[in-house]
């Protein structure tokens, strides 16, 4: 871009000579340019057109002429990256951004939020962080799991509020009376982001990859062959009946990505730029269910800035205010909602450490001690548990007073950032009953094999929930190292066989049913205790339209919209 270049020179020389008149030869000038005198001075005629700086010459080789810089670098780039936003240049004012990340905040605050760019509806977000890669089978932060469930489609999906899977690319599925054959129909005319034709025998491709990925390989367990009787027929052949099987085809590590362009989806929105700095989405014009309202969404990236509390911005992971800087005073919370995921204490059985009357004993005394009501975080981010689901009540463990604690004992956990508090107080509590904690931190969002798990008697976690919590409670017992990291030998065959039973029940409630008992069993021998559930809320001012949260906290993009502008 032959603007930001000449940005970057006028860069250069305003920080060497400022804003005051000098006495300057074009020699002088090339060196600064590092080019030759030549191109110096067509190079400072054209800024002086453009306005940026005063250049008076005097005649004679060697003459100083009077130079002085009129703008700073700083008014330049935000007059310009205002005007690439206005006509809606994405990619213009990416680059022009580039070169003041220090002051990228700034500079898009006033145009944040809704906007109307060029007769289309544009959501911009500021984010705090650096987005993982948009990968369905590697993710797992919370704002990555809800893009890519934006970005691809499966066999079915889970719409916002509806716990059961509904149709996606294939628009009716039906099931054998022994349960051992289902048959999925595809839609005609299904298209990817690039427009290609998405046909059966890719997704046959795909799926047939997702059988042997560690990531998705245990939903599909029960599967012995996936063929393509018809072009628009995609065919499983179980080896036992698996009635979560419309609901594993929804979940993330099931999203179908082009088997050899795997950044290709066919959801709502394409990912249309995926840079550093931005994150930029686009209307999918070939998606084959209602379309959404807003034509694209950006996510622009400014990590290194601290979150103020008067930025439009997510101002918290689980509080997001969507809006322009002079529409914050109205922004109101339009949207709350009680996450039904929670961060949770998990004990490590398989280590052996602590007994079952010790795991109890200290889950009393978190109980009993006022802990969770009590960590110095911002009020109303998080509630303390008091169920797994609604209807699975954490049971009250009551242990005798002779039960002590082991003298010392190893903690691991990893983000959410407030579970750093967590530590801090059971530390603190545990040493007042005769119990040093050693606390250890891991980085990653995702326990990263069984050996990091056995190397602690207590780990620390959060577990995110979807639109059907009890299938995502049966999947998380599935994928997570957790459990063959913490579970005995036996314990962990016990659970693969209760399991499979589980999964062979063709009524819902029965399956359901049979969940909570096995949760309520590990809740009960202390195993795995939720400690709090997150407070989501989304803000946003009276024009923005439509917003209704996931069950990730995010808010439905295909379900926001923006009234268009209307002149006074």
């Not at 996450?339 to 004993?361: D, F, H, M, P, T």
């Not at 548990?385 to 007073?401: K, N, T």
């Not at 040493?431 to 990263?448: D, M, N, P």
């Amino acid at each position: 871009m032959r603007l930001v270049h000449r940005l970057g020179q006028y860069q250069r020389l305003y920080h060497q000579l400022g804003s005051a008149p000098v006495a300057i030869t074009i020699g002088e000038l090339a060196a600064i340019f590092y080019c030759s005198e030549r191109h110096a001075r067509t190079l400072v005629q054209q800024l002086q057109q453009q306005g940026w700086l005063s250049w008076q010459s005097q005649a004679g080789r060697g003459k100083r002429a009077q130079l002085q810089c009129l703008k700073t670098p700083d008014e330049l780039r935000t007059a310009h990256l205002q005007r690439l936003l206005q006509l809606g240049d994405h990619q213009g004012a990416l680059e022009m951004a580039q070169l003041a990340p220090q002051h990228l905040q700034e500079l898009l605050s006033p145009h944040l939020g809704g906007q109307w760019q060029e007769g289309s509806p544009t959501l911009r977000i500021p984010y705090y962080r650096t987005l993982e890669k948009l990968d369905p089978l590697t993710l797992s932060g919370r704002a990555e799991q809800h893009l890519v469930a934006t970005v691809y489609a499966g066999l079915t999906r889970f719409n916002t509020g509806c716990p059961e899977p509904q149709p996606d690319l294939a628009h009716h599925w039906q099931i054998s009376e022994d349960g051992l054959r289902w048959q999925f129909f595809l839609r005609s005319q299904l298209r990817w982001h690039n427009g290609e034709a998405l046909t059966g025998q890719q997704l046959l491709q795909t799926l047939n990859a997702l059988q042997h990925h560690p990531r998705s390989q245990p939903l599909l367990s029960s599967v012995a062959a996936i063929s393509l009787p018809h072009a628009l027929c995609v065919q499983f052949d179980l080896q036992m009946p698996d009635y979560w099987l419309a609901h594993r085809l929804a979940e993330l590590p099931c999203l179908m990505t082009h088997p050899e362009l795997p950044t290709l989806g066919a959801g709502p929105f394409k990912l249309a730029l995926n840079e550093p700095h931005m994150v930029r989405l686009e209307q999918h014009p070939y998606y084959h269910l209602q379309h959404p309202y807003l034509e694209s969404i950006e996510y622009w990236i400014t990590p290194e800035l601290p979150t103020r509390s008067t930025d439009t911005s997510c101002q918290h992971p689980v509080r997001i205010t969507i809006g322009q800087q002079e529409e914050l005073a109205q922004a109101r919370p339009v949207q709350r909602s009680m996450s039904q995921g929670w961060c949770y204490l998990a004990i490590n059985q398989r280590r052996g450490v602590l007994s079952e009357a010790q795991g109890q004993k200290l889950l009393m005394l978190i109980q009993r001690s006022g802990l969770l009501a009590s960590l110095p975080i911002q009020q109303g981010v998080i509630m303390p548990s008091h169920e797994m689901l609604p209807g699975w009540a954490i049971p009250e463990h009551d242990v005798l007073q002779d039960v002590e604690l082991p003298p010392q004992l190893t903690l691991l956990y990893h983000p959410p950032i407030e579970l750093e508090s967590v530590t801090q107080a059971l530390q603190q509590l545990l040493a007042e009953h005769g119990c040093q904690l050693e606390i250890r931190y891991y980085s990653g969002k995702r326990w990263q094999s069984t050996e990091q798990i056995a190397q602690a008697d207590l780990l620390l976690a959060d577990n995110l929930i979807g639109e059907a919590p009890e299938a995502t409670l049966e999947s998380w017992l599935r994928r997570d190292l957790l459990w063959q990291g913490i579970l005995r030998e036996e314990d962990w065959q016990h659970q693969q066989r209760t399991l499979q039973q589980i999964q062979q029940c063709p009524a819902p409630q029965q399956r359901f049913s049979q969940l909570k008992a096995y949760y309520q069993q590990l809740m009960g021998a202390a195993i795995l205790t939720p400690l709090f559930n997150y407070q989501y809320q989304v803000s946003a001012p009276p024009r923005i339209h439509g917003v209704m949260l996931t069950a990730y906290g995010w808010f439905d993009f295909c379900q926001a919209w923006l009234p268009p502008p209307l002149d006074d």
